[in-house]
C-alpha cells in the first residue's frame, strides 16, 4: 500500500481520485489499498474522498504528522511500500498572520515524518527497502519572485522564500534533501506552480472568485491584479507525481509547471467571462464585482516554472491548458454545491473576515 499525508486536502484528495481512476483504465490491479495520513484541519474535508473511504478502497487516519507516535504505528501497522508527503499548511495569508504553524507543521512534521520513515525503511528486508520511496511535495514560492525578464525557476535556481509559508517550505525541502544525502533515504522532490481545479477550499483566489461572484458579492484583487503566476490543472500535477513516483531518480528535484503564465487580474476575468457565459447575472456583468484591495506584505510578483527536466527525463507534460482547465474548474463548482456547503464552516467565514477586513 501506499502512504499519503494531507490526503483529505485540495491537492491530495485530487491524488487519490486521479490514483484509482489511473489504475481503473489501464486495467491494473486495485487490491493495492491507501491510507490517508491526515489531521483534518480546516482545509481537510473527509467529504472529498468519501466515495474511496466507504468503498474501502481508502482508509483514514486522523493524526497530525507531528506526533510521532502515531506515524510510527501508521508505518508498521500498514506497512507502505511509500510515502508521499503533501501534509502542509499552505495559505500565504494565513502564513502572515499566524507563521507559527506553518513552522510546527511544514519544518517539524516533515523532520517528525522523515525521522519515523528513516527508521522504518531501514528495517525493511532488502528487496523492500530498495523499493521504498519517499515523495515530498512542495512549491514554487521557495524560489522567490521574479521580474518579467527573468528566466523562469529551474531545479538549480538559489533558493529565497519571502513569506512565512515559502520559508517554512524551503525550510522542509532542505530536511528532505539531507536525509537523502547524509542517510541515503530513498527521497523524491517535487516542486509545483500554483495548482486550481476540484476541492479546493475556498481561500485561494479561484475558487473564492467563483463563490463570490456566484453570490453577488466583490471580487477582491490585491494591489494593482498584475502578479503572474504559472497555473496548473490539479490532475496535471497528480499525474507528474504518479510518473516520478515511478521513473524518478532518487534525490532529485523535479520542477512541475503548467505553462500557464497569467496576471491575476486576467484570472478573475477569465473566470467572470465565463460565468458570463455559463450563469449569467440578472443584471450586468460579473466584471462589476471587481474590488481592488490593499496588497497583502511581501507579495512576490511574479513564478514561473521551466519544467525542461521533468520533460526530458520522465516523459511528463500537462495536458489542459488554462482555458480548459478552467472550463472545468468553474463547472465542477457549479455541480457541486454539496461538497462546498460542507468546507463553508464558521473557520472559513471568520478567515474570511479577518483577512479582507479594511483592505477596501
Not at 517550505?169 to 495548482?195: E, I, M, Q, W
Not at 475556498?202 to 498584475?226: H, M, Q, R, S, T
Not at 515511478?246 to 473566470?271: Q, S
Not at 464558521?346 to 474570511?352: I, M, P, T, V
Request: hydrophobic share 35%; glycine share 8%; aromatic share 10%.
Amino acid at each position: 500500500m501506499i502512504l499519503i499525508t494531507g490526503a483529505a486536502g485540495f491537492i491530495g484528495g485530487n491524488f487519490v481520485h486521479h490514483w484509482f481512476e489511473r489504475l481503473d483504465s489501464q486495467g491494473l490491479s486495485t487490491d493495492e489499498p491507501v491510507v490517508v495520513y491526515d489531521k483534518l484541519t480546516y482545509a481537510g474535508n473527509p467529504n472529498t474522498i468519501a466515495a474511496h473511504l466507504q468503498s474501502g478502497r481508502a482508509t483514514l487516519i486522523q493524526a497530525d504528522i507531528t506526533d510521532r507516535d502515531a506515524v510510527r504505528e501508521a508505518l508498521h501497522t500498514h506497512r507502505p511500500r511509500a510515502i508521499l508527503h503533501f501534509a502542509a499548511e499552505s495559505h500565504v495569508d494565513r502564513s502572515i498572520h499566524g507563521p507559527g504553524e506553518f513552522i510546527h507543521t511544514n519544518m517539524v512534521g516533515t523532520f517528525s515524518l522523515l525521522e519515523e520513515a528513516r527508521t522504518y525503511w531501514g528495517a525493511l528486508p532488502e528487496a523492500e527497502k530498495a523499493a521504498f520511496r519517499f515523495l515530498h511535495v512542495s512549491t514554487d514560492e521557495v524560489y522567490g519572485s521574479l521580474g518579467d525578464d527573468d528566466a523562469a525557476f529551474s531545479e538549480t535556481t538559489a533558493y529565497a522564500p519571502n513569506s512565512p509559508y515559502s520559508a517554512s517550505k524551503a525550510g522542509s525541502d532542505h530536511l528532505v534533501r539531507a536525509y537523502h544525502h547524509t542517510y541515503g533515504f530513498p527521497t523524491l522532490t517535487t516542486n509545483c506552480s500554483n495548482n486550481y481545479g476540484p476541492y479546493h477550499f475556498p481561500e485561494k483566489l479561484i475558487p473564492l472568485v467563483i463563490l463570490n461572484a456566484l453570490e453577488g458579492k466583490p471580487l477582491p484583487v490585491y494591489g494593482d491584479g498584475l502578479n503572474i503566476r504559472d497555473w496548473l490543472y490539479v490532475r496535471d500535477h497528480c499525474e507528474a507525481i504518479c510518473q516520478v513516483l515511478v521513473k524518478g531518480t532518487l534525490g532529485e528535484v523535479y520542477n512541475v509547471g503548467g505553462i500557464n503564465e497569467i496576471r491575476n487580474i486576467d484570472v478573475v476575468t477569465t473566470i467572470c467571462r465565463k460565468l458570463d457565459e455559463l450563469r449569467p447575472r440578472e443584471s450586468g456583468r460579473y466584471e462589476d464585482l471587481i474590488t481592488y484591495v490593499k496588497d497583502r506584505p511581501g507579495h512576490d510578483r511574479r513564478y514561473a516554472i521551466d519544467p525542461t527536466k521533468i520533460q526530458r527525463d520522465i516523459g511528463w507534460a500537462p495536458s489542459e491548458t488554462f482555458e480548459s482547465g478552467i472550463n472545468k474548474t468553474v463547472r465542477w463548482y457549479l455541480d457541486n454545491t454539496a461538497w462546498i456547503d460542507t468546507v463553508r464552516s464558521g473557520a472559513y467565514r471568520d478567515w474570511l473576515t479577518q483577512n479582507y477586513a479594511g483592505r477596501a
